[in-house]
């Protein structure tokens, strides 16, 4: 599969049959322009350079992915990678960042519950077995996690899986149905929306499997936390399992801190250093 927008209204019976086992792994994303995207983080970040860091969360996230997707041994269940994008009419923008095999599927629908649930509609009807809805706000998500989702839906029984975010929200919801309850009448952008779902499923009968805990990164005090973890090693401390390199965004960021160090002069000096120069005057250096 190349480069292309999939059309639920156009897939051919072949093309549907043979996607019946695959996983599609499915990023939710907004064009990375400038004023539209991680609005959030700007301050402590111009509109430009929230733009940008959103940019390599994309990259980051998508490559990520497509390790996923390229791994699948056999007997295990396959998966693919799309992106399901807003606003139509920026194909071109998107086209640039895939992976190869990757492929696009538009976005519709107002609200973002029902952007969601007309996401997992459209895939589902271009024949893939499995569909997973993925935030594009969390560079450093474990791949591991991402492998999971995969495997759990490989399994004949219905079910979702969720991975919950440290906000309260998730950052990937996967389901072999696309079940409208999951979506409707729930508080987005608060700390209840995995609860909210999650009571939602198994309201309905539906198993819940639960992914690792992770993070989104969308105001300042999360972009704290992923600088720490990128930067300084720093691991958040709910984590379980190593979170995923991000060199896009850790590269961004780095960039970020040396144009800043520029400006202010550096905020951490060289330990070496600083223990070199505590001998020589006697003083205590805290």
Not at 76 to 81: D, I
Request: proline content about 6%; some cysteine; glycine content about 10%.
């Amino acid at each position: 599969m190349g480069k292309r927008v999939l059309d639920p209204r156009a897939c051919g019976a072949a093309e549907v049959a043979s996607r019946s086992g695959v996983c599609a792994l499915t990023v939710m994303a907004k064009a990375p322009r400038r004023g539209s995207v991680k609005t959030r983080l700007s301050p402590p970040l111009s509109a430009d350079e929230a733009a940008g860091l959103g940019l390599c969360f994309l990259r980051d996230t998508l490559e990520n992915l497509a390790a996923v997707v390229g791994r699948a041994a056999p007997g295990e269940r396959a998966a693919a990678g799309l992106i399901s994008y807003t606003p139509p009419g920026d194909e071109p923008l998107f086209e640039a960042l895939l992976p190869q095999g990757f492929a696009l599927v538009t976005q519709r629908g107002d609200g973002f519950g029902e952007r969601l649930l007309s996401a997992a509609h459209d895939i589902l009807a271009c024949g893939y077995g499995s569909v997973c809805l993925i935030d594009a706000d969390s560079p450093t998500v474990p791949r591991e996690a991402y492998q999971q989702a995969v495997a759990e839906l490989a399994c004949p029984e219905d079910r979702i899986v969720i991975g919950l975010a440290a906000d309260g929200g998730y950052y990937l919801i996967g389901m072999k149905q696309a079940h409208a309850a999951l979506f409707e009448r729930i508080a987005w952008s608060t700390a209840s929306v995995y609860a909210e779902t999650r009571g939602r499923a198994l309201a309905a009968g539906i198993d819940v499997v639960e992914l690792p805990l992770w993070y989104d990164v969308d105001d300042g005090a999360t972009l704290a936390i992923l600088k720490a973890e990128l930067l300084a090693g720093i691991a958040p401390g709910f984590a379980t399992l190593p979170g995923y390199a991000a060199p896009h965004t850790r590269e961004f960021l780095l960039a970020l801190d040396l144009e800043l160090n520029a400006v202010l002069g550096p905020k951490v000096e060289d330990p070496q250093a600083l223990d070199a120069r505590q001998e020589d005057s006697g003083e205590d250096v805290l």
